[in-house]
DNA sequence: TGTCCACGTCT
DNA sequence: AAGACGTGGAC
């Protein structure tokens, strides 16, 4: 096949989209604004990214940031250990490298949270390294040019795709060449749908669109269906508070807060509520009221909370559980979105 | 409502 | 190799 750099590039200077990660793209920025960039569109991430860099403006500063307080950076944003691989890292490239990010692509993808995608893309961006930097987009744009039906998720597909990516990149420009496969990806080679094939600055050159299959590719595999599972949260409000407990250090939204919650189990009735808190040491004030269910979708797991409301005296949090008023919920703790409804319900 | 985006990285 | 790991917005 003809080589699409000239044509891709000369479209990629003309319609690229002014990004703050671009205007400045220094390794830290390229390397925060791809892990931020991973399952997450560029508009939910900006101000994010913006007020990230506000706050810890280098590497070293990352480094030595409060772990609560990195959680609170990434509050709503979801799969919080990217932030957690990022300090992580961010200590190791202190230590070992003095501050900055090594400019060898092997070195980058040893970091913690660093895959080959994100090490390609620091290499190529800001080193100007001659590496491919193989996202979703450029798998869609690569299966759609080649009329290519093999499963993007098979591993070994991936490797053919990125084969060819790098046929095509020109030595003197890897950086400019893999944004503009992303950028294409992201503008004109759309998912799903119909593709914007007339304004694609390689459609001459588009196997897929000359067979008429554009949309039907990139193929993938079926996804599994859902784990269902039933959750109980229990609102405890006292004088001091809201109750709140901290989830285990690992596994799922490890090291976050939430209400008292207890997963796949479904307590039923008000008595039920009450006896869990007794178990927990609590004394029980008022009747347990119910309020109205809420669903919550991850990739993998379906929530369905039932939730209840109840008023407690004063007295010490069970362990591993602390009183927060609404203040401290919002400034100190992070609560992921899957309990979004109680949050509403307590007033943040 | 349900599906897709969303391969990205780690285990 | 395959499953774990979040979220929100478009359609």
């Not at 390689?202 to 897929?208: E, F, I, Q």
């Not at 959750?231 to 090291?255: C, D, F, H, M, Y």
């Not at 029980?284 to 309020?291: I, K």
Request: with cysteine; charged share 20%.
């Amino acid at each position: 096949m003809e080589n699409i750099a000239p044509a891709l590039l000369d479209w990629f200077y003309k319609n690229r989209r002014i990004l703050p990660f671009r205007t400045d793209p220094s390794p830290y920025h390229v390397w925060l604004s791809e892990i931020m960039l991973q399952q997450t569109r560029v508009a939910a991430a900006l101000p994010y990214y913006e007020r990230f860099l506000r706050e810890l403006p280098d590497i070293p500063a990352l480094a030595a940031c409060d772990p609560e307080k990195l959680h609170k950076l990434w509050e709503g944003l979801g799969y919080y250990s990217r932030v957690r691989n990022l300090q992580k890292a961010a200590r190791i490239v202190c230590e070992q490298y003095g501050g900055d990010l090594p400019a060898d692509y092997d070195a980058l993808l040893a970091l913690p949270g660093i895959g080959e995608y994100t090490a390609g893309a620091i290499a190529s961006i800001s080193f100007g390294l001659a590496v491919p930097a193989v996202d979703g987009n450029v798998l869609r744009v690569f299966a759609r040019l080649y009329n290519d039906d093999g499963f993007i998720t098979d591993p070994a597909v991936k490797r053919l795709f990125t084969a060819r990516v790098m046929d095509h990149q020109p030595p003197d420009a890897p950086g400019d060449y893999n944004q503009a496969l992303m950028e294409l990806g992201a503008l004109v080679c759309l998912p799903g749908g119909e593709p914007l094939c007339g304004q694609c600055p390689l459609a001459d050159l588009c196997a897929g669109r000359k067979a008429g299959r554009a949309r039907d590719l990139p193929r993938k595999a079926v996804p599994k269906a859902r784990k269902q599972t039933e959750v109980t949260v229990i609102l405890a409000e006292s004088p001091e508070g809201w109750l709140l407990q901290q989830r285990p250090p690992k596994g799922l939204l490890a090291g976050l807060w939430q209400p008292l919650t207890f997963e796949d189990t479904l307590l039923e009735g008000p008595g039920a509520v009450r006896d869990a808190l007794e178990e927990l040491g609590l004394d029980t004030g008022d009747q347990p009221r119910p309020l109205p269910g809420a669903k919550h979708i991850f990739s993998h797991i379906e929530w369905h909370l039932h939730l209840w409301r109840v008023q407690l005296p004063a007295q010490p949090a069970p362990a591993g559980c602390v009183w927060a008023s609404c203040q401290a919920l919002r400034e100190e703790y992070t609560l992921p979105g899957a309990f979004k409804a109680c949050k509403k319900e307590m007033g943040l």
